[in-house]
Every structure is written in structure tokens, then in C-alpha cells.
């Protein structure tokens, strides 16, 4: 099977959008995971419900949501504009819309990891005199480790597949924010595209088929690992 350079170009924006979306997101991801599993506080559940609305939401409805708040005239959009970040129909923006839609999924791998560690472990490790941010990185990080790779694959994926945000706030332009699902998309509109958007489309199967996996191994891990 041979890809069409303009089938490639998609493919590596896809990639670069998807790791940019990762990588920038799984920090606060993390942080958010620990915060809703450890911490009980006034609005705890109007937060976890305002971390999962991306899941809930039509994808379409939170792209414009990104359009209204970092397009050029948004409130934020023209602030970022003044110090040269433009968000609006770039790649940039296809990223932030990609870390948008997959926070929810990664947050809530990893919250099961930390929802099933013995608070007791960390208590015993406090008690030998080491600080809560020794305790985090040397015991706590280190069993959740498998749940935070399992959130940072599905967010991966996510990423990958993401469309219905990514096209309302970014468009479609090849080369700079047509990504694979678009791409697809584009190749379905025009007379003769069918076999090129098969061959994005069984891509996409396999990313999607081998994330998913790579998560339920994951997964399995930790819950060796915890039951240790």
C-alpha cells in the first residue's frame, strides 16, 4: 500500500498535532487526576464535571467555543495576537483543540491509578521524615506510572482522531491543519477520493485498534503492580 505525499503530509501533521497535544497536557492532566482523586473541596463536583464536558459536548459546539475565546477577535485570541501566538488556522490551534478533546480520557486513566494506590504507602514514606514532593516522585509516581502511560496513549489517540473541534476552529488547510481525519473527509467529497480515504481510514483503525490495547495492557500493569 503506497501513500499519495499529500496522504504523508496528513499523516505527520497528524503525528506532530497529536504529540504536541500529549506532551503539553498530560503535566496538567496529572495534576488534575491528583487533585480530584485526593483532595476533597467545595465544587470538586462541578470541576470534574467541567474536566469531562469535552466528552458530552458536540465536538462542533467546543471548536467554536476555542474559535470564540483564541480566534483573532476572541478575548483571548487578540491578547495571544499582540505577542505573536496565533491559535486561529494554524496547527497550533488543531493542537490545542486535540489536548482539549482528549484531556477528559487521560485524566481519567490516571485517576483510577491514583484512586488505587494504599494512601497508606505515601503515609509510611511521610512518617520516615521525606517531603510531600519527595513522597509524590520516589513512591506515588512510580505505581501510578502504568495509568499515567495508559492516559497518555488514549490522549494520544484521541489526538489522532480528532475532527469535529479541530476543523471548526482550525479549518481544513493542506499543509497546515489538514490532518488525517480531515483529510479523510476531504478525499470522501471528491469524485474518485474513495480509495485514498480508505487507506487513511485503515491508518486510522490501526492507530485507534493499537492505542486501545496498549491502554488495556497498561492498564493490567498497574493493577499487578498495585496488587502487589
Do not use: C
Amino acid at each position: 500500500m503506497s501513500f499519495a505525499p499529500e496522504e504523508l503530509a496528513a499523516l505527520g501533521l497528524s503525528l506532530r498535532v497529536s504529540l504536541w497535544a500529549t506532551v503539553l497536557s498530560l503535566p496538567l492532566a496529572v495534576a488534575m487526576a491528583w487533585l480530584l482523586a485526593r483532595r476533597d473541596f467545595a465544587g470538586k463536583a462541578l470541576l470534574s464535571a467541567l474536566v469531562h464536558l469535552p466528552l458530552v459536548l458536540p465536538p462542533v459546539v467546543t471548536g467554536y467555543l476555542l474559535l470564540l475565546a483564541f480566534g483573532r477577535q476572541g478575548w483571548l485570541g487578540g491578547v495571544l495576537e499582540s505577542v505573536g501566538i496565533v491559535l486561529a488556522f494554524r496547527w497550533t490551534g488543531a493542537a490545542l483543540a486535540a489536548a482539549i478533546m482528549g484531556f477528559p480520557l487521560m485524566v481519567r486513566a490516571i485517576r483510577l491509578g491514583f484512586e488505587a494506590v494504599d494512601p497508606r504507602l505515601e503515609e509510611a514514606a511521610a512518617t520516615l521524615g521525606a517531603p510531600r514532593a519527595q513522597v509524590f516522585w520516589t513512591v506515588t509516581l512510580p505505581l501510578i506510572a502504568p495509568a499515567v502511560l495508559a492516559g497518555a496513549v488514549l490522549g494520544f489517540a484521541k489526538a489522532m482522531g480528532e475532527f469535529g473541534a479541530t476543523i471548526t476552529f482550525v479549518a481544513n488547510i493542506p499543509g497546515e491543519t489538514r490532518t488525517l481525519p480531515s483529510a479523510i473527509y476531504t478525499y470522501l467529497q471528491v469524485p474518485g477520493g474513495e480509495a485514498a480515504a480508505l487507506r487513511l481510514l485503515l491508518l486510522s483503525l490501526v492507530v485507534a485498534v493499537g492505542a486501545v490495547l496498549a491502554s488495556e495492557v497498561l492498564a493490567r500493569r498497574m493493577a499487578k503492580r498495585i496488587g502487589r
